[in-house]
């Protein structure tokens, strides 16, 4: 077997020693749950046994890696991390006749690494309270996540994540300390979602938000008791498998378009303005439900060159803020004189349904699950105008 020198350990902000190990390009880093040096060199010592194992194996990791991944290795940590060392009271506990024997031959060698048998004693005046160091309560860390999200995600994301944070924190409470969540309480927090009768797509988008937050709290330092997110590894679905399962929107066959606005039905149903036109600039536009319904007055424009379009001043996706050039099927109807004629009645909002978001849209309930109700339909405006744009074929005249 390989020889591996001690490793190299530091103390987190905490004052626990931390084990480190490079796989990659980039350190992994565990705690290693004590304080005492002695007890941190023996529990880093059956670490390297570990690691001179899986080197030996030589499998289960990219070659190109020098060594393996702390989660790739045959050894349970939790189980590692029961020595009691302190010589000042006669205590030495260890983990059998082998551990043993290696905790003397440490003690007789300890003193070649410089370090103290034992951690200095406190003094009989114990700290105040403040000078205590924890981590972050959980409850802490997720409104800071969710103010930084509010920034970078759309309002409808941020919310979903604020409904799954919610189910989370009603199972495991928000008064812990967020290094006190552990692969053991997530593991446990999945179980209960599936006692609960709830489906894998849920469960997965729950933990994805989850681990959204995990991957904040590294990022800034507020979760230490690991390297790695707690959340790793236990998804139920890969992403291809979820992609697999995903219902997509079809067009509209040229039969369905020809039923549902067939001209004299179609007045006669859809006479209010509202009704009336959002389909329209749906099928002849491109524009989603939420942009057509959320239109200004004032993004109804005319360009230097006379072509009229509107402004998408908010849409699902960055890219979809855009100038919409109307298209001539909907001069033709009136779309400019009824724009007038709301412009001349003091509105704001081209139509009264519109507040901006889709109002046919699917809402999260309290537990971040879509209402049955309001299930998407199997076809889309939307996607019949993409589908006709992208062939060739199709005369320009005919959309």
């Not at 591996?4 to 390009?25: D, E």
């Not at 006692?195 to 590294?218: E, M, R, V």
């Not at 020809?258 to 600039?281: N, R, S």
Request: one cysteine or more.
């Amino acid at each position: 077997m390989p020889a591996i020198s001690i490793p190299r350990l530091s103390l987190n902000r905490f004052g626990f020693y931390v084990y480190r190990l490079r796989p990659g390009k980039l350190d992994q880093r565990v705690s290693l749950g004590t304080k005492n040096p002695l007890a941190a060199h023996m529990i880093a010592a059956k670490i390297n046994e570990a690691v001179a194992t899986a080197r030996t194996l030589g499998s289960g990791w990219p070659m190109s890696a020098k060594n393996p991944k702390l989660e790739d290795l045959s050894i349970d940590l939790g189980a590692i991390r029961r020595y009691e060392i302190d010589l000042s009271r006669g205590i030495l506990k260890a983990d059998g006749d082998e551990d043993q024997k290696r905790l003397m031959e440490a003690i007789a060698q300890i003193g070649h690494y410089g370090l103290p048998l034992n951690p200095p004693r406190p003094s009989a005046v114990a700290p105040p309270a403040s000078a205590v160091l924890k981590s972050e309560t959980l409850a802490s860390v997720a409104e800071k996540w969710l103010a930084e999200r509010a920034h970078k995600n759309g309002p409808r994301t941020v919310h979903m994540k604020k409904c799954h944070y919610a189910d989370f924190e009603k199972r495991i409470g928000k008064a812990i300390d967020i290094d006190s969540v552990t692969k053991a309480v997530m593991v446990g927090y999945k179980s209960a979602c599936l006692a609960a009768g709830q489906k894998a797509k849920t469960i997965d988008n729950k933990l994805l938000s989850i681990s959204d937050l995990f991957k904040y709290a590294l990022a800034h330092g507020l979760y230490t008791a690991s390297a790695v997110s707690p959340v790793t590894g236990l998804f139920m679905q890969t992403k291809s498998e979820r992609l697999a399962k995903a219902e997509s929107y079809k067009p509209f066959t040229e039969g369905d378009i020809k039923a549902i606005f067939e001209p004299e039905a179609y007045e006669a149903g859809m006479a209010q303005p509202d009704f009336y036109w959002c389909p329209l600039i749906g099928l002849y536009n491109g524009m989603r439900i939420s942009e057509a319904t959320g239109i200004f007055c004032e993004d109804v424009q005319t360009a230097e060159n006379g072509v009229a379009f509107i402004h998408v001043r908010k849409s699902k996706t960055g890219a979809g803020v855009r100038n919409v050039p109307i298209a001539q099927t909907l001069l033709d109807l009136g779309f400019l004189a009824f724009v007038d004629r709301q412009r001349e009645a003091g509105r704001d909002r081209l139509f009264g349904v519109g507040v901006g978001v889709d109002p046919f849209s699917r809402t999260p309930d309290a537990d971040g699950r879509r209402s049955p109700r309001c299930s998407n339909p199997k076809r889309h405006t939307r996607h019949s105008f993409a589908s006709r744009s992208s062939n060739w074929r199709e005369p320009v005249e005919r959309l």
